[in-house]
């Protein structure tokens, strides 16, 4: 290439790099060479030079291959395409030893930092993944407080859920929940129970069900059957909160085989804003969105913040809203 265009190769380094040094005829002859032969600069062997590089990593267990939860991977996306900087991919599916793979690969290409995100909100316990670089923690925290977390706001959302309904009136409210061991039920959970004391509305556990069964994994959704258990009763909820969108499908179902007419008969209110089902039902779905999106864009923005080499200090999770998004599922009553 330098030799066609009649120049060293440190000039052509020079104009490969954006030094505004050269000549600009100079810089013309070599992007002309540049043109014809095609040329794509190797930017693997810059990043080896300068020890570091433009590539973000993001670990997943399966987010990347998750239809609602993608967004976190958008999100991150779309933070770090600003900024001129890309992300490298690496889908664990919880494989331990494939982890430490990818460990292994994020350090030869010197990533800046690495995000590591989970399908669902819950603890994790990294070990010691001999990173020497800034990690981020997404969906998910370490009880250690080793790493920075963002999260998103699961009490908040379960307090918007039972509020809404509340200040539609209603007074017997059902609730099919996620399963009971992950930790967005517990909170989502605590959320339902400071906006009823709020509403000085008595909580009536016995009109909450669990809309899953089995182990995280393997679990089957049973909120069909809970909800036929909790519509069939003589004093009937007229609303029901549900642990996610793909309960919200199941109630609206055991609803219309009882002859029941959402909002007429029934409020339904959903959680995740998975648009699929959410504008796909009729009436569409009121419901709270998980703020994925948001939480990959906002754990770049974090990263940005902090310094390369990991600090001995303890990180409080950082959280983030959930929207409620009002459609046309619940309605007010008397």
């Known amino acids: 290439m330098a030799r066609m265009a009649g120049v060293s190769a440190k000039t052509v380094s020079r104009v490969v790099n954006d030094d505004p040094a050269v000549h600009s005829e100079t810089r013309d002859a070599i992007l002309a060479v540049i043109r014809q032969l095609d040329y794509v600069p190797d930017h693997a062997a810059r990043m080896m030079r300068a020890g570091t590089s433009s590539v973000v990593g993001l670990m997943t267990d399966v987010v990347a291959t998750t239809p609602y939860s993608v967004d976190i991977v958008r999100g991150a996306q779309d933070a770090l395409r600003r900024d001129g900087r890309t992300l490298l991919i690496a889908n664990t599916e919880g494989d331990r030893v494939l982890e430490r793979e990818y460990w292994r690969m994020f350090r030869a290409h010197k990533v800046s930092g690495v995000i590591y995100a989970t399908m669902y909100h819950r603890p994790l316990d990294l070990g010691e993944p001999e990173f020497a670089r800034t990690i981020v923690l997404a969906n998910c925290f370490s009880p250690k407080g080793d790493c920075p977390a963002i999260v998103p706001d699961d009490e908040l959302g379960g307090y918007a859920q039972a509020a809404h309904l509340l200040r539609l009136g209603h007074r017997r409210i059902g609730i099919v929940s996620l399963n009971p061991v ?52 003589p004093n009937r909820p007229t609303a029901i909160i549900c642990g996610n969108d793909k309960i919200a499908m199941q109630v609206y179902g055991a609803a219309a085989s009882l002859g029941l007419s959402i909002p007429q008969d029934l409020s339904v209110m959903g959680f995740d804003d998975m648009t699929v089902i959410a504008e796909t039902l009729r009436p569409a779905l009121t419901t709270v969105g998980l703020p994925y999106f948001e939480i990959g864009r906002r754990s770049v923005e974090i990263m940005a913040g902090l310094p390369a080499a990991p600090q001995a200090e303890r990180h409080q999770p950082i959280l983030v809203p959930c929207p409620l998004v009002e459609r046309d599922s619940c309605r007010a009553i008397a």
């Open 182 to 233: 992950l930790r967005a039920s517990v909170l989502r959970g605590a959320g339902f129970r400071t906006a009823f004391a709020e509403f000085d509305v008595p909580f009536e556990p016995d009109l909450e069900r669990p809309g899953f069964t089995g182990p995280i994994g393997e679990e089957m959704i049973v909120a069909y059957e809970a909800a036929l258990d909790l519509l069939r009763r």
